[in-house]
Nanobody
Framework: QLQLTESGGGPVRAGDSLRLSCAAS????????MAWFRQTPGKERELVAA????????AYGDFVKGRFIISRSNAKSEVYLQMNNLEPEDTAVYFC??????????????????WGQGTQVTVSS
């Protein structure tokens, strides 16, 4: 069973940048879509960004507005999220996810097979 571990979260101030990382417990040859989701209490998990195996296709949540960039290393089975110009509304637990799917990266949590435990990002004004 593949395990994912996020790192890089923490408290920051509005306007700051943060880089999240997610590492798999083992290298995998599966051509997973890799994604980041986030969740706040009482709300559903929402897509932040997703990236296809080859990097040609990506998807971002509407709220990103060009502030975040997702990238990946297939050799390391890792995915990253560079977050710039953070806002208090970005405060959430951020989860990475891997999923095996055809077509474009999905924004639906149910289509992903493996999840990390989450890392808290807190943005103060």
């Amino acid at each position: 069973q593949l395990q994912l571990t996020e790192s890089g979260g923490g408290p920051v101030r509005a306007g700051d940048s943060l880089r999240l990382s997610c590492a798999a417990s083992e290298r995998t040859n599966h051509r997973y879509v890799m994604a980041w989701f986030r969740q706040t209490p009482g709300k559903e998990r929402e897509l932040v960004a997703a990236l296809s195996w080859g990097g040609a296709n990506s998807a971002y949540g509407d709220f990103v507005k060009g502030r975040f960039i997702i990238s990946r290393s297939n050799a390391k089975s890792e995915v990253y999220l560079q977050m710039n110009n953070l806002e208090p509304e970005d405060t959430a637990v951020y989860f990475c996810a891997f999923g095996e799917m055809g077509g474009l990266p999905s924004g639906l949590p149910g289509t992903y097979d493996f999840w990390g435990q989450g890392t808290q990002v807190t943005v103060s004004s």
